[in-house]
Nanobody, 123 residues
Framework: QLQLAESGGGLAHPGGSLRLSCAASGERLAPSAIAWFRQAPGKERTWVSCISRYNDKLERDSVKGRFTISRDNAKNMAFLSMNSLKSEDTGIYYC?????????????????WGQGTQVTVSS
């Protein structure tokens, strides 16, 4: 059974950078799309970025040009590189494995989730 574990969160200053990792065990990630979601304090979880089986990438408008999703199938991992961080990027970040090989922004398109990693952007 697939398990996902996020890491790399922490405290960053506005304008700073963090790189989140998503490590998979139990099954291979290669056939599936992988996405990152985040949940800001007091708000619902929202989609951030997705990478398809064929490395097509999508990002929400608010992170375009700042966040980059990637995957390393040999290591069975996915990543989210976050630059030019803003206070509104604060939240718990989750990686998720897609049901399909292509990307979707809906949570129902993902069947396995990690426990999340906290990202706090503050001066």
């Amino acid at each position: 059974q697939l398990q996902l574990a996020e890491s790399g969160g922490g405290l960053a200053h506005p304008g700073g950078s963090l790189r989140l990792s998503c490590a998979a065990s139990g099954e291979r990630l290669a056939p599936s799309a992988i996405a990152w979601f985040r949940q800001a304090p007091g708000k619902e979880r929202t989609w951030v970025s997705c990478i398809s089986r064929y490395n097509d990438k999508l990002e929400r408008d608010s992170v375009k040009g700042r966040f980059t999703i990637s995957r390393d199938n040999a290591k069975n991992m996915a990543f989210l590189s976050m630059n030019s961080l803003k206070s509104e990027d604060t939240g718990i970040y989750y990686c998720a494995r897609g049901i399909y090989y292509g990307c979707t922004t809906r949570e129902t398109g993902f069947d396995t989730w990690g426990q999340g990693t906290q990202v706090t952007v503050s001066s």
